[in-house]
């Protein structure tokens, strides 16, 4: 407070839709910082920057997938090899998606990405790919004729969501059920509406289908209905003919 009793005038500065007050004005500008070229290059490395990237990477990939049409998601391993029975599984429906008349949204990566990916390229379909920023994986196969790399990964998952209408898992790890679980989450809670999920193999799946039905539904941590939503089979006709019903 001054002498005469009037309050202090506060100091008080607006960047854009952010103010600040007191001590936090600073003394430069936003255009004084991005013209100075003498700084360092910290700032490329800040959340606000930041912000911008995950910005790009959704206009990015709502450019490419605006137009493409019914689509399903395939999930799978990226360590199925090439003689696995679910590789050639995945390649079958690959092609049977396209020959549906779906295109096809995968991770973009190998294994059974790689297969689901393969199917649709060569049945004459659209075969997307939506990769990863990971240290072991060497961005989308090549079937992938639609592909957009991403940075993040809750990014690259609102792509999956938005344009498939359905997703079809292969056997596969960690990502595989990171994917898996979400899908049905927001199936669970009506995020997303007439969502069909299949697991294809009767036996990798089994286990976990088991548990989920023996405690988890047991113990009234899901209901009846969320188990329904997950459909079991080794037919990949079957699988195919299921994501029918998200139309």
Same mark, same amino acid.
């Given at each position: 407070?001054?002498s005469?009793?009037?309050?202090?005038?506060?100091?008080?500065?607006r960047?854009?839709?952010?103010?600040?007050?007191?001590?936090q004005?600073?003394l430069?500008?936003?255009?004084?910082r991005?013209l %100075? &070229?003498?700084? %360092?290059?910290?700032?490329?490395h800040? %959340?606000?920057?930041?912000?911008?990237?995950?910005?790009a990477? +959704?206009?990015?990939?709502?450019? @490419?997938?605006?137009?493409?049409?019914p @689509?399903?998601?395939? +999930?799978?391993s990226?360590?199925?090899?090439?003689?696995?029975?679910?590789?050639?599984? *995945?390649?079958?429906?690959? @092609? !049977?998606?396209?020959? /549906?008349?779906? /295109?096809?949204?995968t991770?973009?990566g190998?294994?059974?990405?790689e297969?689901? #990916?393969?199917?649709?390229?060569?049945a004459?379909g659209v075969s997307?790919?939506l *990769?990863i920023?990971?240290?072991f994986?060497?961005?989308? #196969?090549?079937?992938v004729?639609?592909?957009?790399?991403?940075r993040?990964?809750?990014?690259?998952?609102?792509?999956?969501?938005?344009?498939?209408q359905g997703?079809?898992?292969?056997?596969?790890?960690?990502?595989?059920?990171?994917?898996l679980?979400?899908?049905?989450?927001? /199936?669970?809670?009506? !995020?997303v509406?007439?969502?069909? =999920?299949?697991?294809?193999g =009767?036996d990798y799946?089994?286990?976990?289908?088991d548990?989920?039905?023996?405690?988890?539904? =047991?113990?009234?941590k899901?209901?009846e209905a969320?188990?329904?939503?997950?459909?079991? &089979?080794?037919?990949v006709?079957?699988?195919? @003919?299921?994501m029918g019903t /998200?139309?």
């Open positions: 407070m001054s005469t009793g009037n309050p202090k005038p506060r100091k008080v500065k960047k854009g839709p952010t103010f600040l007050r007191d001590d004005v600073d430069s500008t936003t255009d004084q991005l %100075d &070229t003498r700084g %360092d290059s910290n700032w490329v800040t %959340d606000p920057w930041r912000v911008l990237r995950i910005q990477e +959704f206009v990015e990939g709502f450019g @490419a997938l605006a137009e493409l049409g @689509a399903i998601g395939v +999930f799978g990226a360590r199925t090899r090439t003689d696995d029975p679910f590789y050639d599984k *995945g390649v079958q429906i690959g @092609a !049977k998606l396209v020959e /549906a008349g779906y /295109a096809v949204i991770g973009g190998p294994g059974a990405m297969a689901a #990916n393969k199917g649709a390229a060569q004459g997307v790919g *990769g920023e990971l240290p994986e060497d961005g989308v #196969n090549e079937f004729n639609v592909g957009v790399n991403f993040y990964f809750f990014a690259r998952k609102t792509m999956f969501v938005k344009y498939s997703f079809v898992v292969l056997p596969g790890g960690m990502g595989t059920f990171d994917e679980f979400e899908a049905l989450t927001l /199936a669970q809670t009506h !995020k509406t007439s969502f069909p =999920v299949v697991l294809v =009767v799946w089994s286990g976990l289908i548990w989920l039905r023996g405690t988890v539904l =047991v113990d009234g899901i209901s969320d188990l329904d939503a997950l459909k079991l &089979t080794d037919d006709d079957e699988a195919v @003919a299921l /998200a139309r």
